[in-house]
């Protein structure tokens, strides 16, 4: 089975512009997310998708496969089924699942990767998956640049919401708190038809794309994961990360 990794990144993001090449000791926050991403023995391949060239450059000068898509994408998505189909003309194989790896998970796992493939290799009537983790503070559950998710009985999403869900206000002292961990495997003709289909009320006023699939009354499977990982959305969340990334196990492995 082909099963790719591909990372979406550009240097014009609206919160942090500049984000992808901001250093983590002294390696650059894409190169950690695609270094860490391509240690998954799941996948066949892992490349960085953007439409920078400074981007581009970097990807060169370290021996990270990249593709360069428009600039014109607004979505995430959009970008990784652009960067899919070049990637299949320019090697001649079809990929089976696209894995959608964010760039600003500088603190991906291997075995994250391995964890959010696995329920599409075992059940073929699952499309997309979505990781999840477990928050400890209030400070990250009410944090807007946290997506979080309420998940069914099977783990199925039954929303999210940049809000702290499900409601703490009725006096409960413990609510399950749980965020997205944005390593989403798509199947690849679902990644398609997922962006032919037409954009959502609720993807728009809660800005979370998998709420799209929801209101199309189809199903996203959330995995918990174990694993401690913090998206980068500001400067801050840059110096967070590069204080739990001191004593990282991985980086030995390609940090020069």
């Known amino acids: 089975m082909n099963i790719i990794a591909i990372i979406p990144a550009r240097m014009g ?15 650059p926050m894409v190169g950690h997310v695609a270094f860490r991403t391509a240690m998954s023995k799941t996948l066949s391949s892992t490349w960085v998708a953007t439409c920078d060239s400074i981007i581009e450059d970097y990807c060169k000068g370290a021996g990270l496969p990249c593709v360069m898509t428009g600039d014109h994408h607004v979505r995430c998505s959009t970008r990784t089924a652009e960067a899919l189909l070049k990637i299949e003309a320019a090697t001649g194989q ?4 696209v894995v959608m790896v964010q760039g600003d998970e500088p603190m991906v796992r291997p075995e994250m990767i391995d964890a959010a493939v696995r329920p599409m290799l075992e059940d073929a009537s699952i499309n997309v998956v979505n990781l999840m983790a477990e928050m400890d503070t209030l400070e990250e559950f009410e944090d807007p640049n946290e997506v979080k998710v309420v998940v069914d009985r099977n783990n199925d999403a039954l929303y999210f919401s940049r ?9 409960a002292d413990r609510v ?22 037409e954009e959502s009320p609720l993807e728009i006023y809660e800005s979370v794309d998998m709420m799209r699939i929801l209101e199309h009354g189809e199903k996203v499977r959330m995995v918990p994961t174990d694993c401690r990982s913090w998206s980068v959305d500001t400067p801050e969340d840059l110096a967070r ?7 990282d196990d991985l980086m030995q492995g390609y940090r020069k």
């Open 13 to 27: 993001s609206s919160r942090y512009p500049g984000k992808p090449l901001a250093l983590i000791h002294n390696v």
């Open 94 to 97: 079809r990929a089976d699942i």
């Open 163 to 171: 809000e702290p869900i499900p409601s703490r206000k009725k006096g």
């Open 176 to 197: 399950p708190m749980r965020k997205q961990v944005c390593i989403i495997p798509f199947r690849r003709d679902y990644l398609l038809r997922f962006n032919e289909m």
């Open 241 to 247: 990360v590069s204080r739990l990334m001191d004593n």
